[in-house]
């Protein structure tokens, strides 16, 4: 699983890949548009490396008020409206309203085991 970060509309070149996480976090937001207090919202809430972060921070306040993707096997998978800019080098994407915990579980659980071997092999090449 490679996750690629996009500006939506911009040209298809990547502004984040998969050797720049970090980490992966897997949280929840109440979702306003429903009196369901149980009613939640996936996020995924990812930790980039300091060169990944400048480079979030550059791309985020040059295109406020766009929207990011997040795009794992060629598909949306979550998105980030730009509102400001990202210096804290920590990037949420909320995920489709449709998505099961189970789901967000599982996408959560095969990110951290990718970032896991990303993380060997980028090692490896730096050998």
Not at 58 to 80: C, D, F, M, S
Request: glycine share 6%; charged share 20%.
């Amino acid at each position: 699983m490679r996750p690629r970060v996009f500006v939506e509309g911009a040209a298809p070149i990547p502004i984040l890949d998969e050797y720049d996480f970090r980490g992966v976090q897997l949280g929840t937001i109440a979702n306003i548009l429903t009196p369901d207090p149980s009613d939640r919202t996936y996020t995924l809430w990812f930790t980039l490396d300091r060169r990944s972060a400048m480079t979030l921070q550059k791309e985020t306040v040059r295109n406020v008020g766009q929207n990011l993707q997040l795009i794992i096997r060629g598909q949306i998978a979550g998105i980030h409206p730009i509102e400001k800019g990202i210096s804290n080098g920590m990037l949420p994407f909320i995920l489709s309203n449709n998505i099961t915990e189970e789901s967000a579980l599982s996408l959560y659980q095969e990110l951290n085991q990718s970032f896991v071997h990303i993380q060997a092999e980028f090692e490896e090449k730096r050998k």
